[in-house]
């Protein structure tokens, strides 16, 4: 392995097991320490990679922000628009229960947690929100479109109510630990959307 390689995978690493602390914990509840012992690398490596807790805490934002994007992209699958939506919803659900419920949602948190004190991580959180809400309501206007959504909502409204009553399901699966606070979210986004139960 060439020391190129090597160093794109000690950071990719770095980021990795810090995206899942800062997820348990939080940013600020996350010591340098903590990191250092959970990557086993050493401070001068962890400083050559990233120059201050704050670049890493960027870093790992904005990798979780295209790992997101991906899989809303291959979520959004179905023979309709509508579907497409539900679809995604329950890949959000599953990713939720292959963590086990612990942790929650990284934008969630460190939207709480950080965007009235960090205008950078802030911009990161915003962008995943918007991205977010605009692939739904690409979806929705489509569902208006063929005829298939009777809603009076419109799709931007309604597409970040999907948003919210998915983050708030997440949050709600996280304090029970199971998914039937996410599984009754997705019967209300159902419901929002006209569809049988």
């Not at 979520?75 to 309709?80: A, T």
Request: glycine share 8%; with cysteine.
């Amino acid at each position: 392995m060439n020391e190129k390689r090597k160093g794109e995978v000690t950071r990719e690493h770095i980021i990795r097991q810090s995206r899942r602390l800062f997820t348990l914990h939080g940013f600020q509840n996350t010591s340098i320490n903590a990191i250092i012992e959970a990557t086993g690398v050493k401070k001068g490596n962890l400083y050559y990679h990233f120059p201050s807790k704050e670049a890493l805490g960027l870093a790992v934002l904005l990798d979780a922000r295209d790992e997101f994007f991906q899989i809303l992209e291959e979520s959004l699958q179905g023979e309709d628009p509508l579907s497409r939506v539900v679809n995604s919803c329950r890949v959000i659900m599953d990713l939720m229960q292959e963590a086990n419920f612990v942790g929650g949602c990284l934008f969630g948190n460190t939207a709480l947690e950080m965007t009235d004190t960090n205008s950078r991580f802030a911009g990161i959180i915003r962008e995943v929100f918007s991205s977010w809400s605009d692939l739904l309501e690409k979806n929705l206007r489509q569902a208006c479109e063929d005829g298939l959504l009777a809603s009076r909502i419109p799709p931007p409204a309604l597409a970040t109510a999907v948003v919210a009553i998915m983050e708030g399901g997440i949050m709600i699966s996280r304090v029970y630990k199971n998914r039937s606070g996410l599984e009754d979210c997705i019967l209300a986004v159902r419901a929002l959307l006209g569809l049988e139960r």
